[in-house]
Nanobody
């Protein structure tokens, strides 16, 4: 049974930082590309960041580029999202997701497995 479990969310002031983690089990973690998505209040789920099978190629949404960093530790089967210079518009539930092929990395329906999400709230 595949499980992706996010953690690290919380309430932070604008300009602050948070580090999200996503612990994976039940799959060969290194065989999956990984992504972070978010869904803000009243909004559709949107792409945040993607990382290829090994800690190499990364991609970001323009809205987070330069502020967020995606990384992974294949030995620990864990995905990370370091979020700096947080803004109120970053408030959302953040989800990690696993995609076997990584060809449509910004498209939510391309991903095979999803976590339950962790909530991030940024106050102004």
């Amino acid at each position: 049974q595949v499980q992706l479990v996010e953690s690290g969310g919380g309430l932070v002031q604008a300009g602050g930082s948070l580090r999200l983690s996503c612990a994976a089990s039940g799959l060969t973690f290194s065989s999956y590309t990984m992504g972070w998505f978010r869904q803000g209040p009243g909004k559709e789920r949107e792409f945040v960041a993607h990382i290829s099978w090994s800690p190499g190629s990364t991609r970001y949404a323009d809205s987070v580029k330069g502020r967020f960093t995606i990384s992974r530790d294949n030995a620990e089967s864990t995905l990370y999202l370091q979020m700096n210079s947080l803004r109120p518009e970053d408030t959302a539930v953040y989800y990690c997701a696993a995609d076997r092929w990584g060809t449509a990395w910004s498209i939510a329906r391309a991903y095979d497995y999803w976590g339950q999400g962790t909530r991030v709230s940024v106050s102004s």
